[in-house]
């Protein structure tokens, strides 16, 4: 049991893919200038969605075809966190809502119709804490066969479920296309500038809705691989999925807005989150305060980056308002 | 010949609520010219462009390009027909890069090359003689720099028609000098330029031909070697016309202020308001002219303290008792100033945005001149709904109740809310600035109207106004301002429309600040 050791690290790796995807579709969100707050609730879709398509298929059938399995529940917490997004953005694009208010409501809204259903699926189940899709989380969790043979260190590397290497795979992507492509320029141009954008003839709102709504169900998956993987298939209404969200939220800004710092910035909030169990000698109380690390962190990184004043590191410039053509 | 012309513009017609910005222009544009768009503040000039560039749509009209009759319903239209405008606000990401902002929504085929689009950004740098680093971030630019990027823009994306929108309202002289002269480049390698000016030396200096606008009208066309700024100012200044504004001659003028020697810099360190010297006395509306930018919106906000001011010094003489009791403005705030009991009344130029709170009611708006009457901590909602029946009844303002908020009012209803609450304040000196902008006829004359009664009473009046026939009929004195300085002090009633125009335009460095 120390610091370095390889559990810790498995453990820091699971967390942080949490909030690696809840933290990579906020910050699609965010570049196209939706401050998306229900991000906490977004992960909830995901999560029951995921979990009650699985579980439907899983009792409809005997024996479970593990690729069904896995296609159902992604589909099914990819479309419902979108529609999420969709909602979101109905309200603040076309309605032009306030966001922040939005976004709040959508958390409260998802964590309340989440905790619903899981209850509901479980009273399906035959009580309190019953369900389970063992069959679709096993697939999830399923490392590379060789991954037991390569040490400690090899299976820190190679021995998780797939969803945190598409994590890892998208981050990447997501920093290429935001840098490199036109569509990414677009799109960074949208949530810095919306008039210009609009004057150089982008489709203002086509890029919000579609960033907000991919950006949605990428967060969604985040709460899909919490119940497959982080809880193993079942459902518990503890709100953690909501403190994760924010953490996610957090995230985003710790990263400074950057796809690849989220990588190494969730790895970091996990190992930092799991940390108080690896050092001895602490009380309740200290535990505690272990587990505000990461929040704390954040907020020393806004207060350098605002300190800093460079201009890349900061939120996209019209991050919250609504656009609208006529007000010039 | 149709297509001689690279843009043929036929009765076009542009309104907004009841003001027609523009009335059945007809202008062309030639090919391989520089063409200035002259025009006092608010006589339509960037209107009219806007419809070119896609901005607005033309109620009425039609517009030929190359011949064509075509019609732009976008900025993008626009540029499908090679027609670029640049703007006063400039259209650019702040943490993008030239080149980025450049190909910002271009829809090229293939990957996104920013080297190669920087190489072609080079070209055309080297082709027209512009100095602009294609890789700098717009965040680290000068004005200048930002500007040479949004003509490379409308470049890069094949504009054979420029439009500039003031270019030259943010630059240096030096800077100037360096547009002209790739604008001429430009005009050499067959491209039409159009500039929207009021600035008659440039128009002289660049343009081939000049095309005039007062009040929304084409009024003509001169060729530039032709006209002389004197014919120009006539052109654009026109004929004084009769208002019938009653205005009475003043009674026991006092002094209320007096500045002397104010100077003021703007954002950019340039001198907005340089050695300003003049008085201000009670019974009187002093009428401040000068083309928009010359530093009335500077002076205003001096006096109430909104500036920072380098130097000089504004005194104010509350009292009728010889200066006994005057006090310095200058280092004040605006609070401080309304405490040592100075009664400046302020109509922004921004009613919205600093006059009144729009989402708030008549009576809440009253109530931020007086929530701090009454008890310490509860306000008093009576008074002020009290002022507010008061203010829609005597100005009728036409609301639906005084807690509708401002915001859904028409402008001319919002202005009635904004001075009724200013004089009902009972200044000693009252400033507006703009007051009638965008109102219709009849509100315009309720405006003058409750000014002239202020007069009458003893307020000393300071009226910054556009239209130079309605500062000739209500203002006793105008202060015309011209680049910052005081280009003379004339009396409003023997004055004449050519004097206060040329005297906008061109600075008469003999009189300089005389009184």
């Known amino acids: ?328 | 010949m149709a297509t001689e012309y690279a843009v043929e513009l036929r009765g076009v017609t542009k309104t907004f609520g009841p003001v027609v910005a523009n009335d059945r222009v007809d202008l062309q544009i030639h090919r391989g010219e520089i063409l200035s768009l002259l025009g006092e503040n608010g006589s339509g000039k960037t209107t009219l462009m806007n419809m070119l560039s896609g901005i607005y749509y033309p109620d009425a009209g039609e517009i030929l390009v190359n011949g064509k009759a075509v019609t732009i319903h976008s900025p993008k239209d626009a540029f499908d027909l090679g027609i670029g405008m640049i703007h006063q606000h400039f259209k650019l990401v702040d943490v993008l890069t030239a080149t980025e902002n450049i190909v910002l929504g271009l829809k090229e085929p293939g990957r996104l090359d920013l080297k190669a689009a920087a190489r072609r950004i080079r070209e055309i740098c080297d082709k027209y003689g512009f100095a602009v680093d294609p890789e700098k971030k717009i965040y680290d630019m000068s004005v200048s720099e930002k500007q040479t990027v949004e003509i490379v823009k409308v470049l890069y994306r094949g504009a054979n028609i420029l439009i500039l929108d003031e270019p030259t309202a943010v630059l240096t002289p030096q800077e100037t000098a360096r547009l002209f002269a790739v604008l001429r480049n430009m005009k050499a390698d067959g491209k039409s330029i159009v500039i929207i000016t009021h600035k008659l030396h440039e128009v002289m200096e660049i343009s081939d031909r000049v095309a005039v606008l007062r009040k929304g009208a084409y009024v003509g066309d001169v060729a530039t070697c032709d006209t002389d700024p004197q014919k120009l100012t006539d052109m654009m200044v026109g004929h004084a016309v009769t208002l019938n504004i009653d205005r009475p001659e003043p009674k026991e003028r006092t002094k209320r202020l007096e500045v002397r020697g104010l100077t003021v810099r703007n954002q950019y360190g340039v001198k907005a308001l340089d050695d300003v010297t003049f008085d201000v006395y009670g019974g009187e509306i002093l009428g401040i002219a000068g083309i928009s930018g010359c530093g009335q919106k500077e002076l205003l906000e001096s006096i109430a303290g909104l500036q920072r001011i380098e130097t000089g010094s504004i005194r104010y003489f509350p009292a009728d008792d010889g200066g006994q009791t005057e006090k310095e403005l200058v280092g004040m705030s605006p609070l401080a100033i309304k405490k040592a009991g100075v009664a400046l009344s302020f109509v922004p130029e921004d009613r919205l945005g600093m006059g009144l709170v729009g989402s708030m009611g008549m009576t809440d708006n009253m109530m931020l001149r007086s929530y701090r009457k009454g008890l310490p901590i509860f306000t008093n909602r009576r008074d002020p709904k009290k002022l507010a029946e008061q203010v829609r009844e005597q100005l009728e303002v036409v609301t639906p109740g005084v807690n509708t908020p401002v915001r859904r009012l028409s402008g001319g209803n919002v202005q009635k809310v904004l001075v009724g609450r200013e004089i009902a304040a009972a200044p000693k000196v009252l400033m507006t600035a703009y007051a009638v902008r965008g109102l219709d006829i009849n509100t315009s004359y309720t405006i003058y109207n409750l000014l002239t009664a202020q007069k009458i009473e003893g307020v000393a009046v300071v009226y910054v106004g556009e239209d130079l026939d309605v500062l000739l009929e209500l203002c006793d004195r105008i202060l015309v301002l011209c680049s910052g300085k005081v280009n003379g002090i004339l009396d409003g009633r023997t004055t004449t429309k050519e004097e206060v125009g040329l005297r906008m335009t061109n600075l008469q460095e003999k009189e300089g600040a005389a009184q």
């Open chain 1, 1 to 328: 049991m120390t610091i370095f050791s390889s559990q810790l690290f498995m453990s820091a790796i699971i967390f942080g893919t949490v909030i690696l995807y809840g933290a990579l579709g906020e910050i699609l969100a965010e570049k196209s200038g939706n401050l998306n707050l229900g991000v906490p609730g977004i992960m909830y879709l995901g999560a029951i969605a995921g979990l009650a398509g699985a579980f439907f298929y899983e009792m409809s059938t005997p024996d479970p075809n593990g690729f069904l399995c896995l296609v159902i529940s992604l589909v099914c917490s990819f479309a419902a966190s979108c529609l999420g997004g969709l909602l979101y953005s109905f309200l603040t694009i076309t309605l032009r809502v306030n966001q922040n208010v939005t976004g709040l409501t959508l958390t409260i809204f998802g964590g309340g119709i989440a905790n619903f259903f899981g209850g509901a699926l479980n009273t399906l189940a035959g009580g309190v804490g019953q369900i389970s899709v063992a069959s679709t989380s096993a697939v999830y969790r399923a490392s590379l066969p060789f991954a037991n043979d390569l040490g400690s260190f090899g299976k820190v590397i190679f021995g998780h479920g797939f969803l945190v290497y598409v994590a890892l795979v998208l981050a990447v992507c997501m920093a290429w296309f935001l840098n490199r492509t036109r569509t990414g320029l677009n799109l960074r141009a949208v949530g810095e500038n919306p008039a210009t954008a609009d004057a150089a003839g982008i489709n203002v709102t086509r890029y919000k809705y579609v960033a907000t709504c991919l950006g949605a169900g990428i967060s969604g998956l985040g709460g899909l691989y919490y119940t497959m993987d982080y809880v193993k298939g079942t459902w518990a209404s503890d709100g953690t999925i909501e403190s994760l969200g924010w953490l996610a939220v957090a995230l985003v800004i710790f990263a400074t807005w950057k796809p690849i710092n989220v990588i190494w910035g969730a790895y970091l909030f996990g190992y930092l989150r799991w940390l108080y169990n690896y050092i001895e000698g602490l009380g309740r109380s200290s535990q505690e305060i272990f587990k505000m690390i990461p929040y704390i962190v954040t907020i020393v990184v806004l207060i350098l980056v605002s300190i800093r004043k460079k201009r890349e590191n900061q939120p996209p410039a019209s991050l919250g308002l609504s656009y609208f053509r006529e007000e010039r």
